[in-house]
T-cell receptor, first 119, second 116 residues
Framework: GAVVSQHPSRVICKSGTSVKIECRSLDFQATTMFWYRQFPKQSLMLMATSNEGSKATYEQGVEKDKFLINHASLTLSTLTVTSAHPEDSSFYIC???????????????FGSGTRLTVV | AQKITQTQPGMFVQEKEAVTLDCTYDTSDQSYGLFWYKQPSSGEMIFLIYQGSYDEQNATEGRYSLNFQKARKSANLVISASQLGDSAMYFCAMREGLTGRRALTFGSGTRLQVQP
């Protein structure tokens, strides 16, 4: 089945530094990647949508200069949290979709998530 | 307005019993899909079941079934014969439109605890 590899799974960084999170589709081409953020005991909130080769579309209230998304190829999308602050501490998870329905998950394959802690 | 509403923040169920997790949705699209995911404490999103808006039969996947009532805009998840390993957060989600080009919208989730 389709697999999205997300790294790192956990990261602790100092306030003011940048952190890059990678999502790689291993056995299919992800035409669209969705990035979500999940605060403790809350739901997944969409941050941005990226299509391969074009600029990401950010949801209202998400700072595009702070959360840089790159989707340079059909198998790799990255989210960079720039100048991270403690309030950016959260669980970040990607979800890849393809132009076809993958048997078993109906088009959406999630990464395993990244737990970011900014100290 | 909330597109996906899950009104049960937490549910308890005895092992081996059945449990229903509620989900209502709101959309003006004729074509949409409804999903249920399980999220254990590790954080991964585990796909459980899918129901398309044009599907006439309720979806079933093993111990999971989806009680789809289109007129009431509800898509409740039924878990039969609960197991201790079913303890987790459960999210209902919706995709508006037919393709995966649009993101899923998630409900607030229900924390299910299965008691021995």
């Amino acid at each position: 089945g389709a697999v999205v590899s997300q790294h790192p799974s956990r990261v602790i960084c100092k306030s003011g530094t940048s952190v890059k999170i990678e999502c790689r589709s291993l056995d299919f081409q992800a035409t669209t990647m969705f990035w979500y953020r999940q605060f403790p005991k809350q739901s997944l909130m969409l941050m941005a949508t990226s299509n391969e080769g074009s600029k990401a579309t950010y949801e209202q209230g998400v700072e595009k200069d702070k959360f840089l998304i790159n989707h340079a190829s059909l198998t790799l999308s990255t989210l960079t949290v720039t100048s991270a602050h403690p309030e950016d501490s959260s669980f970040y998870i990607c979800s890849a979709s393809a132009n076809w329905v993958v048997r078993g998950n109906y088009g959406y394959t999630f990464g395993s998530g990244t737990r970011l802690t900014v100290v | 307005a909330q597109k996906i509403t899950q009104t049960q923040p937490g549910m308890f169920v005895q092992e081996k019993e059945a449990v229903t997790l509620d989900c209502t949705y709101d959309t003006s699209d004729q074509s949409y899909g409804l999903f249920w995911y399980k999220q254990p404490s590790s954080g991964e999103m585990i796909f459980l079941i899918y129901q398309g808006s044009y599907d006439e039969q309720n979806a079933t996947e093993g111990r999971y079934s989806l009680n789809f009532q289109k007129a009431r805009k509800s898509a409740n998840l039924v878990i039969s014969a609960s197991q201790l390993g079913d303890s987790a957060m459960y999210f209902c989600a919706m995709r508006e439109g037919l393709t995966g080009r649009r993101a899923l919208t998630f409900g607030s989730g229900t924390r299910l605890q299965v008691q021995p």
